[in-house]
């Protein structure tokens, strides 16, 4: 915190929208994310969305609940090469709700969040980007929006409402949904091992969700601590899919080595983003390492801790 | 989909300096007219051309992109184009999930002695675009 009381956050934002205009300097991937992020902004293209349902997931298209998946499906095909598995996370996330008694619905043609867009200082995309999803869920009369992503629920909880109103609809991100579940006896997980947790920052620091992604892992595991956890957790090294540098790298390996510092098997996070900037740090550097640690999203965990007869 | 007269859509055809680029100059050369649609733009190596490249055509108002090199087994150098057979792929992934459709996003082996073939292929693609038309990205 500023002892001066500056606002460092949008001091940064509105850094980056006088210096770059909205485009980022240096764009991660080829800026694949970011151009399929402003792409899918235009009124005129119909993004298709749900092309990652299997006929085990039950989808109910007139249900009040939206399982809103954010970018993973445009993920799992530009990061294929660093984790071929990613659109499990939005598989799990049904097969999750759908042992706790909930079945989502998904949007057939669903518009990038606008989060990386709102913190690069694009003012201009991120409110056509909040101002279309608004409207199509605003139109199917949907109450509640689950995201699995923090920074989809970030974006639409805290930022939303800076473009328009959400009056009458609840926003929370799947970990508090399933935490809830857990609590009151719907959901019922069952596993063994250990495993340490990083928390990402939009759902630590940022919407003060710490407790429930803790909640999950202590039904299905037991749950060691790394040093810098809850909401001092470390950074994943980078956002928004700006630069990766060495100093991002850096980062992620001082992470990877905290999480093996612990003893436990695996490294759980839930963010898809944090997922996937750890696992490439594992992939290059794992080898130098001293020990390792599997990398899994907490979703695609906790799925597969599901008890088997429900 | 909008098709007023006045409409032309707007085709990027990367071309790689040794085979296509070459390919182009001898359709110039031999005079052989093809689709004015086309913008031409020289790569060294058609592997150049990343995701990120077509998705900003896209995102700037082309109707149709356009990848050609060189033969496999012909790329100036040893293994570029079948590189860019990969990234394209991955593209056309990308394509289909934003809704533009894969079929916007072409690859050809073009040969700098296939004058003839350049012109034919750049036609054919042009008149496919005209008829998918455009209308997708209405805000420009």
Known sequence: MCNAGVEFPQLVRELRRRSAKGSLPVAAHHGILNRAARLTASPATAPRSAEWVTPDLEIDQSSEVLLYVGCVPYMDVALRYIRDDLLEIPRSAVRLLNAAGVRPRVLRSERCCGHDAYWAGDDELFARLARANIEAVRESGIKEIVAFCPECASAWRDLYPKVASLEGMRVRTLAEVLADAISSGKLKLKGEGTVTFHDPCRLSKGAGVVEQPRALLKAAGTLVEMPRSGPMSACCGTAGWADCDHTAKRVQIERLGEAAGTGAGTLITACPKCLIHLSCADRHHGAEMPRRVRIEDLHVWAAKALARDY | ?140
């Open chain 2, 1 to 140: 989909m909008r098709q007023e007269a006045s409409w032309q859509p707007k085709v990027v055809a990367f071309c790689c300096n040794w085979c296509s680029y070459a390919g182009a100059d001898l359709a110039g050369v031999m005079r052989r007219q093809y689709d004015p649609a086309v913008r031409i733009v020289r790569v060294m190596c058609s592997s150049r051309i990343d995701a990120g490249l077509i998705l900003e055509c896209f995102e700037r108002g082309a109707d149709g992109v356009m990848v050609l090199g060189c033969h496999p087994g012909d790329c100036h150098y040893i293994s570029g184009n079948v590189k860019e057979e990969m990234r394209v792929q991955e593209t056309w992934e990308l394509l289909d999930l934003l809704g533009i459709g894969r079929e916007r996003l072409v690859l050809r082996w073009i040969s700098a002695s296939e004058g003839e073939l350049f012109g034919r292929t750049i036609d054919e693609f042009c008149a496919l675009v005209r008829e998918l038309g455009s209308g997708r990205r209405s805000d420009g």
